[in-house]
């Protein structure tokens, strides 16, 4: 894809402008430790990206431990978990905003690029108002009318449809492997951060590398 085409920019969150994904992790490794399932750093990181109940079935089959509860249970448990979750994201501020981030994003908002949100997080508006970033988006996919989660592409079409541009005028932004996945399956420019995304198009190694001129720079 070449810069110049680029119009419009499809954000993921969690890990990504908010401080949050150790949070998830923090609550999923309870529920880990509950059912009996070892948390280890590759389980934590496979989880990146994977909606509420998948998340759940992953850790459960980690263990083996896929048959052992009925659905009614499945969703105490995923409740209890989102539970734990929302008391640690309660004391978020615009002091979690990632480093970089709230730069880049009055970056775009001053060069008109458009943007939406495309986070598996079913908490994603509230955790948006709690770092005063809500104005910033033109709209923001809602996980719970997706038929499948990420990696598919479904979420990130959806995000370039908000944004009523076509795919090869926008780009993703994610810290999760399942999430450049859907990016690259819905055909748009696969920007990610951190180490371990090798499919993604372009690469930074955390958020205060994400800037227009650097991202101008690796499409040159
Ligand atoms: C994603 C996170 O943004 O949202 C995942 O990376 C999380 O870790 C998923 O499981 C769903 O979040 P929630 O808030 O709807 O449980
Ligand atoms: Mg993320």
């Given at each position: 894809m070449k810069f110049a085409d680029l119009k419009g920019f499809a954000f993921d969150l969690d890990g990504v402008i908010a401080d949050t994904a150790k949070f998830h992790s923090q609550a999923w490794h309870q529920t880990a430790d509950k059912v009996g399932t070892t948390w280890t750093p590759e389980l934590q990181e496979a989880l990146k990206g994977v909606s509420r109940m998948d998340s759940l079935e992953m850790i459960l089959k980690a263990g083996g431990h896929e048959s052992d509860y009925t659905q009614e249970e499945k969703e105490a448990l995923a409740a209890e978990k989102n539970d734990n979750y929302g008391k640690l994201i309660a004391t978020l501020t615009p002091a979690d905003i990632l480093p970089g981030m709230q730069a880049f994003l009055d970056e775009l908002r001053e060069k008109g690029y458009k943007l939406s949100l495309a986070s598996a997080s079913k908490n994603a508006p509230k955790i948006l108002k709690y770092l005063g970033l809500t104005d910033y988006f033109v709209g923001v996919v809602d996980p719970a009318t997706l038929s499948a989660g990420k990696p598919d592409p479904e979420i990130f079409a959806r995000a370039a449809e908000i944004l009523d541009l076509p795919?090869?005028?926008?780009?993703?932004?994610?810290?999760?492997?399942?999430?450049?996945?859907?990016?690259?399956?819905?055909?748009?420019?696969?920007?990610?951060?951190?180490?371990?995304?090798?499919?993604?198009a372009v690469r930074f190694s955390d958020t205060s590398q994400v800037s227009l001129a650097n991202i101008e720079a690796a499409l040159r």
């Open positions: 795919a090869n005028q926008v780009a993703g932004l994610e810290d999760s492997a399942a999430g450049i996945k859907s990016i690259n399956g819905a055909s748009e420019l696969s920007i990610g951060i951190g180490d371990q995304l090798s499919e993604a």
